[in-house]
């Protein structure tokens, strides 16, 4: 398995945001990231990539 690089966890996470926030709004978004103390996927802690990135991909799939 390989492991993504800190850019490649920003991007995926980024996009999935994007998707998320076009199904439930920018405040939906804004509270995965606030869970995680952050404003954006920039001010996340690289240990919270991976839950942030699946809490977001399962509102994107939803």
Known sequence: MC???KEDWLMNI???AAEAE???GAEAVEFVFKKYGATCSEDLNPSDYSEVFGELYQM???
Do not use: F, G
């Open 3 to 5: 492991q993504l690089s």
């Open 14 to 16: 980024e996009n999935t």
């Open 22 to 24: 076009k199904k439930y």
């Open 60 to 62: 994107s799939v939803d």
